[in-house]
């Protein structure tokens, strides 16, 4: 069984969902792959104690805090290798990007091969389950594209501003997957 709640946030309205005691999504309203995760239905249900936990984490963000992501119960559903992506995500410092390409070469060591598809990465990045906690945000295209963000990529820019990202070589692409 998963629950679920709502959060408003200054980028939208969210949705969290959980298996009782850990956190296992969290989507903008709208966003693609909207509870892709989540086989079944999700019960409304606000009171449990991972929504309190994350509710006061995401409000700690929003203030412009640094709140770690070790002080949630995180339980993204997927196979192995989109964990393993996710758990360098969770790497990731405020306010730094990374590239696809940078994850695509970790994994590859990872693995033990001699390379990685930066596609296969981004396909990881982009099923992410947990939103803004596990900072999908924070992964840009090797030239500074900011590109590829399932909450659409004003949002990547507005959740980049507010951590203080250097902005200076990123940009908006005129096509792409992320408008």
């Known amino acids: 069984m998963y629950y679920r709640t709502t959060y408003s946030s200054p ?13 296992v999504g969290l989507w903008l309203d ?59 995500l969770c790497e990731i410092p405020y306010g730094e990007v990374i590239t696809y390409g940078d994850i695509a070469k970790r994994m590859a ?11 296969a990465v981004g396909g990881a990045v982009g099923h992410n389950p947990i939103s803004i906690i596990i900072p999908c945000h924070r992964v840009v295209g090797s030239n500074g594209s900011l590109t590829g963000y399932a909450g659409g990529v004003q949002t990547k820019v507005k959740l980049l501003e507010l951590e203080g990202a250097d902005m200076s070589n990123l940009f908006v692409p005129k096509r792409g997957t992320a408008l």
């Open 11 to 23: 980028v939208g309205t969210m949705t969290l969902a959980c298996d009782g005691d850990h956190l």
């Open 30 to 88: 709208g966003q693609k792959y909207y509870g892709g995760t989540i086989s079944g239905e999700m019960m409304e249900k606000s009171c449990i104690p991972v929504f309190k936990a994350a509710h006061n984490w995401l409000d700690s963000y929003f203030a412009g805090e640094r709140p770690a992501i070790s002080q949630l119960p995180l339980a993204p559903i997927g196979g192995e290798f989109r964990r393993e992506v996710w758990g360098i």
């Open 109 to 119: 060591a990872k693995l033990g091969k001699d390379r990685m598809s930066s596609q």
